[in-house]
């Protein structure tokens, strides 16, 4: 190599040197952005956090989206009413006035008085939270919700077993169901036949057993799912109590570790691209 070629050489080492370093390192190492598909911000009697701390909490572990609830509908009020930069809340219509209600709402005819009269403050995308166990889901008062759900365009987020999802499905089968839990620990047999069956239910993933395995690495049966249905799952924190809100950052950094064990493309779609799909500004 000549003297000239070696100092040349030499520059364009020196300049590419210089141009990684001038690479901020967050650039570099932000994790990926999550959408949380399952937040309560409670309001019975305050809240765990004030609003400003619950928005940098948000901000610190990249959360750039909420699908926002509360038990009442005084928490969801305040986070929209608050109008955070780089933070899109998608509010859903809580079914509840306080937490008993979750034993009665589908027998009590003046919950879906609640509903439409939420309903009319123009912003809502769903109805839920909702709990319901079996046949709970065939009263008069909770197909009324469905249909009331189906004819506005709204989701419904749904606490249920399996047998209570198909009831839904039956009341309506147009409607639009985001399966809470994704069954808690219902065989990834039975969840895998039910989004063949459903194509308009997805699977929110907070609480969801059997995910990972041993040292954290996705289970075969996950991944396997996680790689036919890239379109179907959504990721959430559940924030139903305050030791909820207190391990915030560690829950998102569970999903970020078995998110990384999947191809970038679907780790997206899952972490935040399927909300963006569904809950997209018409």
Known sequence: MS???ARTGWRFFIAAAVLLSAVPARAIEEPIEIFDAHLHYNW????????????ALFR???VTGILATSRPNTGTHALMDAKADGLWVVPFIRPYRVRPDIQTWFNDPTIFDLVQDEYKRGYYRGIGEFHLSGKAAATECVKKAVDFAVANDLYLHAHADDEAVEILMRHNARAKIIWAHTGFSLAPSRVAAMLATY???WGELSYRSGITGAG???TPEWRAMFEKYPDRFLLGSDTWISERWASYGSIMAEYRGWLKQLPPGIAKQIAHGNAKRLFAKQ
């Open 3 to 5: 003297i000239i070629s």
């Open 44 to 55: 019975e009697p305050k809240p765990y956090f004030q609003v400003d701390e619950v928005l």
């Open 60 to 62: 610190k572990h990249r």
């Open 199 to 201: 194509p308009q239910l």
């Open 216 to 218: 954290g690495a996705l």
